[in-house]
């Protein structure tokens, strides 16, 4: 299983692939974007990590152009930028998850393991996993990873379709935190992460009439998220 690591800085990068080859991954080290996209379509990896502030493409660019070529490929940004717009603005842009610097070893390689548990293991209906579902004036196509109203096309990344997968199957009933976070990210993930409030937050403001008055993601205060399907 190889792993695609871009970090401009040759030491830092150093020690990634160090770490990663211990945790028994091939990696392959780059230092700018240009020849992680280069290398991304010959070898086909089966994770990206890249580093946010890169000279020439930069990571979120790079996020961005990968996601394009697959919607699937797991994609972990580093940055040292810990504001919360920026790591809801790699979140938007389809990354996987959004990891500050600095950052322990295990809590890396632990994300990584996460991230790759997840691939092609998305949440799904039983029956039909890729049959659209209907919620509020939306429909969501998980496969197509788009929703529509109308002929509005919303565009979705794998993680927010999974999310809306997950509250559609358990349509009227408030939905935990905690289980979220472990259908959607895996049961390793960092319980302490933001991210499912990131990912929350922004799906809200493309499928909601009105983000500030959510009708199809209701928050349930101290639980988590529900949707009704009635309301």
């Not at 209906?125 to 004036?137: L, N, R, S, Y």
């Not at 199957?169 to 408030?174: A, T």
Request: glycine fraction near 6%.
């Amino acid at each position: 299983m190889t792993l695609l690591v871009a970090e401009d800085d040759v030491h830092l990068l150093k020690g990634l692939l160090e770490l990663l080859t211990r945790a028994g991954f091939d990696c392959i080290g780059v230092v700018d974007g240009e020849r992680a996209l280069k290398v991304f379509r010959e070898k086909k990896p089966a994770l990206c990590l890249f580093d946010v502030l890169m000279p020439g493409i930069d990571g979120l660019s790079l996020c961005r152009e990968i996601r394009s070529l697959d919607p699937q490929v797991p994609i972990l940004l580093l940055s040292a930028r810990d504001a919360e717009i920026d790591r809801v603005q790699g979140l938007e842009i389809g990354a996987d998850d959004y990891i500050v610097k600095p950052f322990g070893p295990r809590e890396l390689v632990a994300r990584v393991k996460v991230a790759l548990r997840r691939r092609g293991n998305d949440v799904a209906a039983p029956d039909d996993p890729d049959k659209p579902f209907v919620m509020g004036d939306i429909r969501v196509d998980v496969a197509a990873l788009r929703a529509f109203r109308g002929e509005h096309v919303i565009d979705l990344t794998r993680r927010e379709a999974v999310l809306l997968k997950i509250l559609f199957e358990r349509s009227g009933r408030p939905v935990p935190r905690n289980d979220l976070l472990d259908l959607a990210w895996g049961e390793n993930f960092m319980p302490d992460s933001r991210a499912l409030d990131q990912y929350i937050s922004t799906l809200r403001r493309k499928i909601e009439r009105d983000p500030a008055k959510p009708e199809i993601i209701k928050t349930v205060h101290g639980v988590g998220y529900r949707y009704d399907a009635e309301s």
